[in-house]
């Protein structure tokens, strides 16, 4: 049977990246060794690293725009370190943007540098909006933000307009949406929700904002070096950077971001006709902020669960289990995901329908 992955990372990829990586593993690039232990020295290797990096850039329409594109390695979780280390002056401040979970791992790492100041947060609502009307203080020295939020299936639309140096962690829906991305000075996402195999990490930062803050930064934790070495200055993640770059090439060869938004916002609008139509679910995200990469759902009925969870695992469905902390069900649909495993959810909501509503109404 097929399977519908809606896994929410490490997500689902391209079929095509799968054939072309599982060969690699076996034999890469007609060398007679595996992608999984040739050199990353090797001028097969540093082909591709050059090849994604610029691609990235080429995606995003940064090239020649003063920004480097980095495959590091630890996560956002680590970024979230990294940015205040490389970013926040000694007894300077920074400005963040609550709007869950992930923000808020990002705020506790930057407490441990220096004044963060909270602009705005929407945590005593559940996390189930975008805060609005904040104020970004002129004299921090950037302004962190998520641009996607996947525990409470929420996603910003427009970001503040601020001459403060704007961050963005955008793990989870990089290359999903086209955007004026010169608005970001420094943007990072963990490779194994919409970009590649888990064990990369993504950075894209404007070069002049850096070596500025006046701390002395541990080596590896230094963009600058990693500037300098080309991603090379610890062994980077081979196969995860490989994948990566094939997905990337993917995405080139659907028509690139403008192109997958299109696709993005079809799904999207399609399983979200049909949570609000449907009478036995409910969205859990303000509408004008949902995500068209994670949507959040529950039952009317919780007792409803165990028939409706047997009925979407004998379509082939796996994975819109919700995230544990705030449980229910999470369909995501990043860009491999094709409209046909929308279609088959959407079903299944139908038929769940036909066969339960009548029950669901005695229950209220």
């Known amino acids: 049977m097929k399977k519908h992955n809606y896994s929410a990372g490490p997500c689902i990829l391209p079929q095509e990246v799968f054939e072309k990586s599982a060969q690699a593993i076996l034999d890469f690039n007609h060398s007679g060794l595996s ?189 600058q070096k990693h500037i300098k070495a080309e991603s090379m200055y610890n062994t980077p993640s081979v196969f995860a950077v490989y994948t990566c770059l094939l997905t990337l090439q993917w995405l080139k060869k659907q028509g690139g971001i403008a192109a997958i938004e299109k696709i993005n916002e079809a799904k999207a609008n399609l399983l979200y006709s049909e949570i609000d139509r449907n009478t036995l679910f409910k969205g859990t995200s303000a509408v004008a902020d949902r995500s068209f990469m994670n949507a959040t759902f529950l039952l009317e009925n919780p007792e409803l669960q165990e028939s409706f969870d047997k009925m979407w695992k004998e379509a082939g469905i796996s994975g819109i289990t919700g995230h544990r902390s705030v449980g229910g069900y999470r369909a995501s649909m990043y860009n491999a995901l094709p409209m046909e495993s929308v279609q088959v959810l959407v079903d299944v909501m139908r038929e769940f329908e036909s066969v339960f509503s009548d029950q669901s109404q005695l229950a209220q």
């Open 35 to 223: 992608i999984l232990e040739i050199s990353h020295r090797s001028k097969d290797f540093v082909a591709v690293m050059e090849e994604a990096r610029a691609l990235v850039l080429e995606l995003l329409g940064l090239e020649g725009k003063g920004y480097q594109a980095l495959f590091l390695q630890g996560g956002a979780s680590l970024e979230f370190l990294m940015v205040p280390y490389n970013l926040m002056n000694i007894n300077g401040k920074a400005a963040y943007l609550d709007t869950g979970t992930w923000a808020n791992n990002a705020i506790k790492e930057a407490k441990l540098f220096g004044e963060t100041v909270i602009v705005a947060s929407s945590k005593d609502q559940n996390y189930n909006h975008i805060p609005v009307d904040y104020t970004i203080p002129e004299d921090a020295d950037y302004f962190h933000c998520t641009s996607n939020n996947t525990i409470f299936g929420t996603q910003m639309k427009s970001f503040p307009k601020t001459n403060v140096p704007v961050v963005c962690d955008m793990s989870s829906d990089i290359f999903s949406r086209t955007l004026d991305f010169t608005q970001f000075d420094l943007i990072y996402a963990g490779a194994q929700k919409n970009m590649g195999a888990a064990g990369a990490t993504l950075v894209v930062v404007k070069e002049e904002i850096l070596g500025k803050t006046g701390r002395t930064i541990p080596s590896i934790l230094d963009y």
